[in-house]
């Protein structure tokens, strides 16, 4: 390694990630729970892993375990299930999460916004709203204000682009709208929405906490291939496809400036507002050009149709499994000169030693970058325990841990001896290359 490596954590972070609605159970008031009921699905989140009830007994698992850090969501509509009306019990089991995790010395990272919103929230306009990036500001001081003692990384947005394009743009999750007029709208709101909470953050740890912290979104990325290498058109499409899906949002959070060519450029209260960069990291794609006109300038996945010889490997949605991927996705990231905090990375999969090899894999794709001197904080396997895949139901298995969802039992899988083996590697050969 070039540089000693830097990270305000005594130690290289690992552990896992999950969010509310995918674990906790009974989230009435949001709108995934109201999309579940109203029958588009076929299958409901109902009380998912029970975690609400079961968290003590899952944070103690953690802790067996052996990992250093945990990544959780807090609930929207539970702190505040209708409008400017705050759930303090809500508030008080959040705050025994942290307290959980303290006493076990595991890092908590939180998520403020994990795709579900309040159903008040959606009433009034959801996204669409001039006033959401204030609404959810006011969401943000409230947590911040109670929790913040006991957290010291926060993850305002998780995937804004990915929730922007099923929600707003395809209409497969709610709201449904199937809208590029809106979807322009919702983008803006949600930078908007991160500034704003960003700066909220800090003034909290300034004013009244004291204490460092470090804020960031948790961005989705792809690894882009062209579909003919040969191609120029190809090629470009990939650059377009990948300054969209992979930069568009961190660079306008980062340069103060809403920008998007032929469409909009506006400038935002303040630059620079990553401390850090949250990533989740799954999949590649080969893209073929389309056309240039409107959305076909991002051009056509033809993962499926073209490159069946190069795919090795699926996960049991399809996705291809690409360890090299998340080694590209780190090295694109050095333009920003940030420290990046891997914040997703799983497979699902009933093949355990699958995982196992994913996992193994894929640490060594971190190692690798960390060694060519990217400064990675910590890698976060989604996910801790089998749960709730939003569209997809409960068949997906992400988990290192089983869950039986007759009796809420869980059973480790020994894919989570990889994880620790591989991140403690990580770690041992850290300490020796910065010593
Ligand atoms: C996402 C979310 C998770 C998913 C996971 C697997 O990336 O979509 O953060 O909620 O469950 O990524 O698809």
Redesign the pocket.
Known sequence: MTEKYESPFSSFLWGTAT?AH?IEGNNRFNDWWEWEQSGRLKHASGVACDHYRLFRQDIELISKLGHNAYRFSVEWSRIEPEENIWNEVALAYYGDILRELKSRHIEPIVTLH??TNPVWFMRKGGWLLPDAPALFARFVKKVVSVLGKDVRLWITI??PM?YLYFSYLLGDWPPGNHSFKDSIIVFKNLVRAHVHAYQVIHQIYESALQTQVWVSI?Q?MTHMMPCRPNSIRDRLVVTLRRWFVNFLFLEAVQNGMLFFPGLFCEALPRKKSLDFIGI?Y?SRQFVRSKGWIGADMLGDMCSQDHHGKDICECNSLGWEIYPEGLYQVLKSLRKLKLPVLIA?N?I?TTDDEQRTRFIRDHVAAVHRAIRESVQVWGYLY??LVD?F??DKGFAPR?GIVEVDYQTQTRKVKSSAQELERSCRKLCHGNENHAG
């Open positions: 969010s995918q994990h795709f998780n995937e990915i948790a989705h989740n799954y997703e799983g699902c989604w996910s749960n895949e939003w992400f």
